[in-house]
């Protein structure tokens, strides 16, 4: 893997947490005459590249929408398909520098066991040098019922509640939220850490991710007003 320094120069303010919705798989996959289910595997090595381009630039943080809970009401060979793909890249990943947490309800039969170790607290490989978040069989839902769990055991509302309590607590504000595949939606894409996100759409099909994506979205997002509210 090339760990040669990308142009950090280039860009006046990066932000530290980056979320990805890395949609387009399936129409990728019958542009290329391919079956749609396997759109998915040919989405992994991309996640790599980004991975590594983020690392180099001293991203600090990056969430992947793997899949959703919505995600399984799909044909059996596609859920099959990006539950392996899942698998398999955060398998590749414990190879690499991360501190890995995967994010997602694991007590559904739907969630890939193989992840299981990697629910219950973040672990790093490697030098740790980068927060790398995997949401699997992830629900907003199923994410804010943890925190409305905690009032019927008697606690109280205060502003760090949701934070605190949510089933996803542990994963960071998210500064800059870049979606493939040109749709225009959230998907349910963490409701509290995107609260303040920019974000950024590309119209590219994820399977044919280039760094230019990752530089457009950058370059875009330095030119945001940053506020949060204020």
Known sequence: MNKAPLEQHLFSRLPQHIGVIPDGNRRWAVQNGLEKEEGYENGITPGFELYRHCLQ??????????????????????????QK????????L?????????????????????????TKER?????????????????????LNKAFLQ???????????????????????IDLL???????????????????????VLDNLWPSYKIEHLYQALHWYENQDITLGG
């Not at 501190?99 to 299981?116: R, T, Y």
């Not at 019927?152 to 994963?171: E, L, P, V």
Request: glycine letters at 10%.
């Open 85 to 92: 793909a899942c698998v398999d890249a955060v398998m590749k």
């Open 123 to 143: 672990k790093s490989f490697g030098k740790g040098l980068i927060k790398v978040n995997f949401l699997v069989n992830y629900g907003w839902q199923w994410d």
């Open 94 to 118: 414990t190879q690499l520098d991360a501190s890995l947490l995967v994010v997602g309800n694991s007590d559904s039969p739907l969630f890939p066991k193989e992840l299981l170790p990697f």
């Open 178 to 200: 870049i979606r493939w595949g040109g749709r225009r939606r959230l998907s349910g894409f963490l409701p509290v850490q995107t609260i303040y996100a920019d974000f950024y």
């Open 57 to 82: 630039l001293g991203i600090g943080e990056i969430t992947f929408y793997g899949f959703t809970q919505d995600n399984t009401k799909r044909p059996a060979s596609q859920r099959i398909a990006f």
């Open 151 to 173: 009032l019927t055991k008697g606690g109280k509302i205060n502003k760090a509640f949701f934070t605190d309590h949510i089933a996803s607590a542990d994963i960071s504000r």
